[in-house]
């Protein structure tokens, strides 16, 4: 379970962590943290948002359909470019979103927000 909260990591100043890393470093997995350096901004695969796909790293498989059909109802879209265009949903709250549908696919229950 996280340590730490993932948007206080991705609100830092100076800035430390871009949405990916922000949600893997709230689960404290550091290999993934470094993976993540290039995810954020839209350059997470097919352009996924970043939270949602470290989200999607630390949770089993079989949840990954759950977490982005749950990720898309509450924000609009999978998507970076369209989440920020489209839909005006703050990356702070891509993050959010992310390290909360993380840590309910991990545990399988709504966590408490």
Known sequence: MPKQDAVEIY?????????????????EQQDLVDDMKSC?????????CGALHAALQLVDE?????????????????YCHELKKEF?????EC????DMLARKFMRGTEPDI
């Not at 100043?13 to 871009?18: A, L, M, Q, V």
């Not at 005006?88 to 702070?92: A, I, R, S, V, Y």
């Open 88 to 92: 005006k949903f703050p990356c702070q």
């Open 62 to 78: 079989d949840a990954h359909r759950e977490l982005c059909r749950e990720f898309k109802a509450r924000a609009g879209s999978e």
């Open 40 to 48: 954020g901004g839209g350059r997470a695969p097919e352009g996924r």
């Open 95 to 98: 993050v959010r979103l992310g």
């Open 11 to 27: 609100s830092r100043i100076p800035k430390t962590h871009n949405c990916a890393q922000a949600v893997a470093a709230a689960f």
